[in-house]
């Protein structure tokens, strides 16, 4: 482990000069360098639309234009040394914050932002998917702006005037590096995703690796293959690739990027493979290098009598802070802004003035942490909905006067709430969906009250929901973060191992919340301490511990319902975000409900989306002067 003291940090707190105008400042913590091989790349992933960085974390607060900088940078240094470096981008990069969400149509300055960046191999993310609007603007926009370089293995398109199916991009990519001339053969996919909008067709992985051309393409040349993919790294999909091309390629080394679980992790299929996932968000930006003898590689294709090649593989979770990216680029922040990052930081802030993201809509008395306070607890954004907005909010004019259980998914939430100004861009980060409340009225009381332990519990329903490919997977309402089942018991064990503080355990991997301010101050910041399975090493910033802690499927509130078994209603309103009802109904027919289904569903509260309810509850209950 190499460590070194930002010497840069403490002189530099609070100085920055980059990011967006109002961004807190960086603060410095030990560092880890970049481990450079033959073959580097850069890698972000879900970065759901905060390309402006993260203005009230001074952890990751630098932006799109800090990262164009540094790309630069990095490239020219790779050029010096005659090595290589490519830029990856794994999807899910719109919905989830203001600089996307505010405007009308959504991402009216995105696309340009972003477009900035060269990026060398990109896909598609299922957020790309959801609405049919922002599949059309994915292919009419970021795939020709990324024309040479975006990749859909397993996704079409569907021509909005002539129906016509169609490749969303070119499936694969073969292509030398600049300096070395490796032969890089790349794909780019997307997990087995369903619940996409009828403008797009994922096509399952198993059957995309037997299709011809993707059985020639991993018969070409190629020094290293490079998977990226919107994909989480334990998933079954990446598997199944790695499978197929190892099966034709023995000794050929193989690099997955991969994304969707928000986590970061890293991972070997075998002894000559390597796969990254890169976080969420533009928390992370994720360094990969491959190093060893890698040029012709192939030149006794899948033969015993070629050996094996010595190949070594490193990976960095790079935060990204304007310090740590002046620590790996030995520049500071005059030397380390060139014109075209500036240029882009200038674009970010004049987007963000436009879009007015600013604007306060009442001051957030404490922070509200999703997983970093145990759920129920004072300081749980689930208990704020549970007791103080919904109970407020979910009125229907017409029934309020029957009683209701109404049913919120915890992966309704997207983000924490920090103390202080709750502005229109805060009200993108934590709840960036358009669902409403949705209801069906005058449901027994005892067969409404077993719907929220079925949602959490899952046992039955998630079987069934196995069985029948109408209703998508049940972790879908939870928040993504517990997505992946593999990673996230590794991770519930590693907490066991050291503390329980609540019944779901809690995790080693946070991120992270700057707790002090204080240059001279020797003390950690508070960040992500990843563990994965190549080890304890991958932080760029070394951290403190963040306490991690699991939230249910559901949270329900129950308005107008009395305490007391004896006093209970007959029937109730059994109000939900719009988005379950699939499983809301799956869960009916467990509990005694089967009679109910699609037609039974009425809006509860009309044209308003459960986020401007919320947006509301906070400009009457929340002080607008934060100071
Ligand atoms: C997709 O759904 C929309 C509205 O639900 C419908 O108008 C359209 O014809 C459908 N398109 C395809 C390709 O099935
Ligand atoms: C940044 O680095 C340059 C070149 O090494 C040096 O001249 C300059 O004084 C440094 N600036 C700061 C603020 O440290
Ligand atoms: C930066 O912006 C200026 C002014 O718009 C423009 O003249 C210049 O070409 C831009 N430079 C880069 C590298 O994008
Ligand atoms: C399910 O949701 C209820 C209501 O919000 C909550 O009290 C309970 O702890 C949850 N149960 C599980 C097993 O997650």
Redo the contacts with the bound molecule.
Sequence with gaps: MVLKAAIVGSVLAGLAQAAQPGAASPVAAPMRDLDWGKLNILHTTDTHGWHGGHLKESQYSADWGDYISFAEHLRKLADEKGIDLLLVDTGDRVEGNGLYDASSPKGKYYYDIYR?QDIDIICTGNHELYQAPTADEEHRQTVPNFKNTYLASNLDYIDPLTGERMPMAQRYRKFQTKNQKLDIVAFGFIFDFTVNANNTVVQPVEETIKEQWFQDAIREKADVFVVIGHVGLRMQEFKDIFTAIRDQNWFTPIVFLGGHAHIRDATAYDSNSIALASGRYFETIGFLSVDGDLKRSFDVPSSSSSLPKHTSFSRRYIDNNLLGLYHHTGLNETTFP???G???T?IIARARKELDLDYNFGCAPKDLWMTRAPYPDDNSIYTWLETEVLPDVAVNADRSEVPRLVILNTGAIRFDIFKGAFTRDTTYIVSPFTSTLSYIPDVPYEVARKVIILLNRSGPIFHAAMADSSVPDVRFMGIPEQFDPTTYSRRQQQQHASDSASDFGSSQQKPLFNSNESPMEPALVEGYTTEDDIGNDGDDAVHSVIDFYAVPNCIQTEIGVPEGEEDKPDSVDLVFVDFIQPWVLLALKFSGGEQYGNKDVRPFIDGKTFTELMEEWIKKNWRQDCS
């Design positions: 900035e060139t014109e075209h500036r240029n882009v200038a």
